[in-house]
């Protein structure tokens, strides 16, 4: 179960990020970002706009001027992570007496100003939608009044940012597509802290991707708290879609569209995107994915449970049912796509029949991975405020493990689908455990090692896959893929 746990945590790890210096910058940023892709791809965006006060990011703590956390509200655990680090943060300030700290993110968002009162070591406090508004609240800082922006936009895309790529590895990069949520599950605190949906200008999502490109970034993710919700119709929320005037929505750009876009104009960049949610995905989007040897074979597709009862109370908009026809037309279109799971064990009400549901739907769909969690309540939501929390942690723990144990059977199974098969792999760094080694992802995003030889860094490579683990895939470059 190690591995499958090691995947868990690491959608809330820390990370410190940095990015080149520059001479005519004199100031220090020390960034750490928490939680999802959107969150790092939101602090390089603050990266880029702090790069034109003077800051020069930093991965050394103690000599920093300005020290930032971007944070993750989805899990309690989450926000108790980040209160710890602001404990290391206040030690270090004692000693640094200048330097300053901001909370930003959806903590931020979600508890505002009483994040002033809570940690007086913070400074200032910003929202995900506020962070042009950096420069105006550091001067107040500076000046000696603890500053609070947290209102969220409804139009806010950062699509005129150009986002400063922090601790890249030059080979892939996020781009952030839409923000915001509608769907209102009733265990999420997203729409409260990142506000309503509204999607960026598809000819500003190109322009980045083609700066990317040039730099010659080999592959893309398209960001968003759900991608499939994309629609561009000249601006705004797209609750209000429908209000719009006839010609908008005549030469409106959905998804599937704006995927196949990317896909024709880069195509030699791979693509991949993140997330979707099962009720706004519609299969034009598999029939793209199909089209395109360059959008890559993998979709994280949430469920939370299998539960039909538990789906109603998570306001989820799908029932077992349509997901399970959904996957079914997935695999008749891509027979082989990998998908992904989220899954929430332990939610208010939960039996062991709701329970064994889930077990169930896991064995129908058998998943190449997942992220799995034991509910833990958060304030503001649905939940928190009208239901109970009432499944015991002994009993939480114990359906936490026992789906966690499946998930590693069913990757060990997806995983053993490749042995014997050459497949595209895109080089994305050194092997953690043997520097002889580089690692990759096939198109299914499953990650491969093999042997460096004389390949290098960002080299599109066939590896015919030898041996593996539920996590890994092991084996032999055997040439370069056509696609370099």
Request: charged share 30%.
């Amino acid at each position: 179960m190690e591995n499958v746990e090691k995947v868990i945590d690491e959608k809330i790890q820390g990370k410190a990020l940095v990015t080149e210096n520059k001479k005519e910058n004199s100031k220090k940023l020390f960034i750490e970002s928490y939680g999802c892709q959107m969150n790092m791809n939101d602090s390089e965006i603050v990266a880029a706009i702090l790069d034109k006060e003077g800051y020069n990011t930093t991965q050394i703590l103690e000599e920093a001027d300005l020290v930032l956390v971007n944070t993750c509200s989805i899990r309690e655990k989450a926000e108790t992570t980040v209160r710890n680090r602001l404990k290391k943060y206040n030690a270090v300030k004692k000693v640094n007496k200048n330097m300053k700290v901001g909370v930003l993110g959806c903590m931020a968002e979600r508890l505002k100003e009483k994040f002033l009162e809570e940690e007086k070591i913070v400074d200032l406090v910003v929202g995900p939608d506020a962070y042009k508004d950096l420069p105006n609240l550091l001067e107040e800082v500076y000046e000696g009044r603890d500053a609070v922006n947290v209102i969220l936009s409804k139009d806010e895309t950062y699509g005129d940012v150009a986002p400063v790529r922090l601790n890249s590895n030059g080979v892939s990069a996020f781009v952030s597509i839409t923000r915001g949520c509608d769907n209102m599950c009733t265990f999420c605190v997203v729409p409260f802290t990142r506000g309503r949906e509204r999607s960026r200008d598809p000819k500003s999502i190109l322009e980045e991707i083609r700066q990317m490109v040039d730099k010659n970034f080999k592959e893309i993710t398209l960001l968003g708290q759900n991608v499939d919700s994309y629609l561009w119709y000249g601006g705004g929320l797209k609750k209000d879609f429908k209000k719009a005037s006839e010609i908008a929505q005549a030469t409106a750009v959905d998804f599937a569209q704006l995927l196949d876009m990317c896909a024709t104009e880069f195509p030699k960049t791979r693509f991949r995107f993140s997330t979707s949610n099962p009720q706004d995905m519609s299969l034009d989007v598999i029939y793209t994915m199909a089209k395109h040897k360059n959008i890559c074979k993998y979709i994280h597709l949430p469920v939370q449970s299998g539960s039909n009862k538990m789906l109603k109370a998570m306001n989820r908009q799908h029932t077992r049912e349509e997901y399970m026809e959904l996957v079914d037309n997935i695999f008749k279109i891509i027979p082989e796509m990998a998908l992904s799971q989220d899954m929430i064990v332990g939610f208010c009400g939960e039996t062991e029949e709701d329970h064994r549901d889930t077990l169930d739907l896991m064995e129908y769909v058998k998943y190449d991975f997942g992220f799995m969690f034991a509910y833990s309540e958060r304030p503001g939501t649905l939940a928190g405020k009208k239901m109970d929390d009432d499944v015991p942690q002994a009993i939480k723990k114990r359906r936490l493990q026992e789906v966690i144990a499946l998930q590693q059977k069913h990757s060990l199974y997806r995983t053993q689908q490749h042995l014997g098969k050459i497949e595209e792999v895109l080089i994305e760094g050194t092997s953690k455990k043997n520097p002889n080694e580089w690692k990759g992802r096939n198109t299914q995003n499953t990650v491969i090692v093999f042997p460096k030889e004389h390949y290098k860094l960002g080299d599109f490579v066939n590896v015919k896959v030898e041996d593996c683990t539920s996590a890994t895939l092991k084996g032999t470059a055997v040439g370069y893929s056509d696609n370099n």
